[in-house]
C-alpha cells in the first residue's frame, strides 16, 4: 500500500509542483493551504508523513507542527523559506523530524521523504531481546513502546530512532558522524544541530534531570554514551 503524505502549504504553485513530484514517485498525497485545514485533514484519515509550510494563514507551520505533537507521532518535516539557525531549531524542538529549505529540487525532496519515512519502520533483529531495561527507562521492542518508570513516553520515530543506537551500544562512545549517518544517512553527517535537539528532547522525556542526564552522557570532544548500569 502507498504512504499517504499531507502537504500543507498557502503557495497554490508550491503546493502542485509538490503534489506533482511526489504523485509520480507513487505516494498518494492529500493537500491543506493553512495549519487549521491541515489538522482537519490529518483527523479525517491516516496519513504517514506531513510537510509543514511554516508561513501559513490562520495558523502557522511551528503552531501545527506543536498541535500535531499533542496526540500523534507522525513524522513531520517543516518546510521554510528562511535558513536561519534559530527557525530550523525551533521547528525541530516542537516535535519535526527534519526541515528544508525553500527552494530545493524534486530530487532532494524525494530523497528526505524516503529517509523520514524509513526512520518509523520498527527494527528487531534476530534474536534480540523484547525488552530492555536501563535503570528507569524500559522499551518494548516489538512494540516500539518506552517508559519512563511507569510513565508511558511518546517518542517521534526519529527520537526513538536515536534510542535504539544508545541501547545497541551500552558502553560504545558513539560519535555525532556516528549517529547522524545511523539514523538520518550520510548526507547529514555535518547536520549536528538537528542531533543536539534531538539528544536534547530525548533527555527532557526520559531523564529525572534533564541537566544530569544518566541515560543519555555527553562525552565532551568525543560524543555520546549509555552508560552500563553497576550491578
Known amino acids: 500500500m502507498s504512504k499517504r503524505i499531507l502537504i500543507a502549504d ?31 485533514v490529518f483527523s479525517n484519515q491516516p496519513i504517514d508523513l506531513v510537510l509543514l509550510d511554516v508561513m501559513m494563514p490562520r495558523l502557522d507551520g511551528f503552531s501545527t507542527c506543536q498541535r500535531l505533537r499533542e496526540f500523534s507521532n507522525v513524522p513531520i518535516i517543516i518546510l521554510t523559506a528562511k535558513g536561519e539557525e534559530q ?15 525553500k527552494p530545493f529540487s524534486a ?27 536501563h535503570g528507569s527507562l524500559k522499551i518494548d521492542f516489538a512494540r516500539a513502546e518506552v517508559w519512563s518508570g511507569e510513565t508511558p513516553v511518546s517518542l517521534s520515530a526519529t527520537e526513538y530512532r536515536v534510542l535504539l543506537q544508545f541501547t545497541h551500544n551500552v558502553g560504545n562512545i558513539l560519535t555525532s558522524e556516528d549517529l547522524l549517518s545511523s539514523v538520518w544517512g550520510p548526507e547529514y553527517k555535518s547536520d549536528k ?16 534531570d534533564a541537566h544530569n542526564p544518566k541515560h543519555i552522557v555527553t562525552r565532551s570532544g568525543l560524543g555520546y554514551l549509555m552508560p552500563p548500569i553497576e550491578s
Do not use: C, H
Open 107 to 133: 530530487t532532494e525532496l524525494l530523497a528526505r521523504v524516503r529517509a523520514v519515512l524509513r526512520r518509523t519502520q520498527i527494527l528487531v533483529e534476530p534474536g534480540q531481546e523484547r525488552f530492555f531495561i
Open 10 to 40: 498557502d503557495e497554490p504553485r508550491y503546493l502542485r509542483l509538490l503534489e506533482a513530484n511526489l504523485r509520480t514517485e507513487g505516494y498518494e498525497v492529500v493537500t491543506a493551504q493553512d495549519g487549521l485545514q491541515a489538522l482537519e
Open 87 to 101: 527557525d530550523r531549531v525551533r521547528g525541530l524542538d516542537l516535535g519535526a523530524d527534519d526541515y528544508m529549505v
Open 193 to 208: 544541530e538537528i542531533l543536539w535537539v534531538s539528544i536534547a528532547r530525548l533527555r527532557q522525556k526520559l531523564e529525572d
